[in-house]
């Protein structure tokens, strides 16, 4: 058969949460860096990812990953993230799958019983560590970019709710984070829905009323994401807590989600509620786990910011081949509110 496209693709989860690997048939990118890649393709070929995330070839609790060659004399490989709505800069449990896809299908050579490479995001470096036994990769710790507070405590008025104090703060991507406590949640699975709503909507309010400026690369996005959270709590001499992150258009990320707890984490030693190098356990909706802590203290543009670094696993769960029939009466996919929530996303 001829196909007008063809797509190469491992699929992989990380703690719960789908990221999908594309190994080949992409083609090449236009740029110099992975931002430069990233925006090329938001630019000029943001049907592929429409395509691929949409249905009938997606769902909407899915994300891509595209792996390509890096420029970077240190980075071992580069990947573009792509979500439903939005390229993120960075991802934790994305960059956990493309880690762990690298080595487990032989892309990169893997060495027991840990492998380290550095991977380049739209964002910058990611140093990895992998932990590998029999040719499994048990465990991935990634070294984020700097983590930052915008806002700690603002008030943001929340059309049918009220007045609703919040924290904003950078892990990657922009968080709003609200106390799940102040609307009754407990963040379990049934309760996902209304989560969902209701993040969905602080999200917009929160994006109209605070800046969100980015203090070295103001051309990232502002407030595009909300995670709820439940206050920590020692478990076995551990500090940990539990979190839901609302990803547009509105669903749960089902992972603890690697950019939300660097978010977090930056908030909570704005707080002093988390020193450096102290253990941190941050669990998901579904009760996965991240084991996080930060590595050390910085400053981004003046602002003073933690490094933090999480460790998850992930799993590969498929090997598929994506193809486009040029007959296909649905060459971009589409998206029904049934399950992809319309109106809500910023």
């Known amino acids: 058969m001829r196909f007008s496209r063809s797509l190469k693709v491992v699929g992989a989860h990380a703690e719960g949460e789908v990221g999908n690997v594309i190994v080949g048939g992409f083609g090449q990118v236009p740029g110099e860096t992975m931002l430069d890649k ?3 393709l938001a630019e000029h070929r943001d049907w592929l990812r429409r395509m691929i995330l949409s249905e009938p070839r997606g769902q909407v609790a899915r994300n891509a990953n595209i792996v390509l060659p890096s420029n970077h004399p240190q980075a071992d490989a580069g990947y573009v993230i792509m979500e439903s709505i939005e390229y993120p800069v960075m991802s934790g449990s994305n ?3 493309v880690a762990t896809v690298l080595l487990e299908t ?3 050579d893997a060495v027991e019983p840990v492998t380290n490479l550095v991977l380049e995001s739209p964002a910058g470096l ?15 710790r990634f070294t984020n970019q700097p983590a930052f507070v915008y806002h700690l405590d603002a008030p943001v008025e929340v059309e049918g709710v009220g007045t609703v104090t919040v924290d904003v703060a950078w892990g990657g991507m922009a968080y709003v984070i609200v106390d799940a406590r102040t609307f009754g949640f407990a963040v379990t699975p049934d309760e996902a829905r209304d989560i969902c709503a209701l993040g969905e909507r602080i999200k917009i309010a929160a994006a109209e009323q605070l800046a969100a400026v980015h203090p ?4 990232f996005p502002g407030i ?3 995670e709820l959270t439940l206050p920590p709590e020692r478990v076995d001499g ?7 992150v609302v990803v547009s258009p509105g669903r749960c990320d089902r992972s603890p989600c690697g950019t939300g707890t660097s978010a977090r984490m930056a908030v909570m030693h704005a707080r002093g509620e988390l020193t450096v190098g102290e253990p941190f ?13 930060i590595e050390s203290t910085t400053t981004v543009g003046g602002v003073p910011a933690v490094v933090p670094s999480i460790a998850g696993q992930a799993w590969i769960t498929d090997l598929t081949t994506l193809v486009l029939d040029p007959t296909d009466p649905y060459q971009e996919g589409y998206r029904l509110t049934d399950t992809w929530p319309v109106g809500l996303s910023v």
């Not at 560590?129 to 029999?134: A, H, L, P, S, T």
């Not at 070295?216 to 051309?219: H, L």
């Not at 356990?281 to 084991?291: A, L, N």
């Open 126 to 140: 990611i140093p990895v560590e992998c932990q590998v036994r029999d040719g499994k990769v048990t465990s991935v």
């Open 106 to 108: 032989g892309m990169l």
């Open 38 to 40: 990233r925006n090329h």
């Open 224 to 226: 595009t994401i909300c």
């Open 216 to 219: 070295e690369n103001p051309d």
């Open 238 to 244: 551990v500090l940990t807590a539990k979190n839901a």
């Open 95 to 97: 960059t956990i799958c």
């Open 281 to 293: 356990v941050h669990t998901s909706i579904i009760d996965s786990r991240f084991e996080c802590r």
